[in-house]
């Protein structure tokens, strides 16, 4: 983010656009996720989530707000990040999906995998296979029902053998080796 520009005015492109850049409110969305100051990112944090929860925007940067809110990095904006795992735009839910991974939250492993099971766009299911693995749980009984998830959706992946189906195996696999790594199940 340029050092010059006021927080406001981004917030404000965001939401009004300019005259001058059909590209402005996107680029504002990316820029508001590169936001350093703490008193200046829940301004940011704010902006993002009006974007999103008035849910008018273009796709585009309606993308670039929910990865920028996985930037920030507060575990406050996870229900806002969770309900765009349903936004009618494929990669806002893949973008959402990646989100949830950077917030290392755990609280947002059921919606990953309703993500997994049920998204119809082979992008969003290999991002939340791939969020799935960064959030590892320590509880073992967690982590056992989530293999056992995750092996059951990547039978159905084979099975189906839908578009993009081998990305998807693949981050299945990825996130399977990480869980199964020093475990005795």
Not at 35 to 55: P, Y
Not at 69 to 96: F, T
Request: charged share 35%; hydrophobic share 40%.
């Amino acid at each position: 983010m340029k050092n010059q520009e006021k927080i406001d005015e981004i917030a404000n492109r965001l939401k009004r656009g300019s005259l001058d850049d059909p590209d402005a409110e996107w680029k504002a969305a990316m820029s508001l996720g590169e936001v350093k100051d703490d008193n200046e990112k829940r301004k940011a944090i704010n902006a993002l989530e009006e974007v999103l929860i008035a849910g008018n925007s273009h796709a585009l940067t309606r993308v670039h707000a929910v990865e920028s809110l996985g930037k920030l990095g507060d575990p406050k904006v996870i229900p806002i990040i969770i309900n765009a795992l349903n936004d009618p735009y494929r990669l806002v839910r893949a973008y959402a999906a990646a989100s949830l991974a950077m917030l290392r939250d755990q609280s947002a492993l059921e919606a990953l995998l309703v993500a997994l099971k049920n998204d119809e766009f082979y992008g969003t299911r290999a991002e939340a296979a791939k969020s799935i693995a960064n959030l590892t749980p320590a509880d073992k009984n967690i982590k056992k029902r989530i293999i056992e998830e995750l092996e059951k959706q990547n039978r159905l992946e084979k099975k189906l053998g839908r578009v993009g189906c081998e990305r998807v195996i693949s981050e299945i696999d990825r996130a399977l080796k990480t869980l199964l790594k020093d475990e005795v199940l």
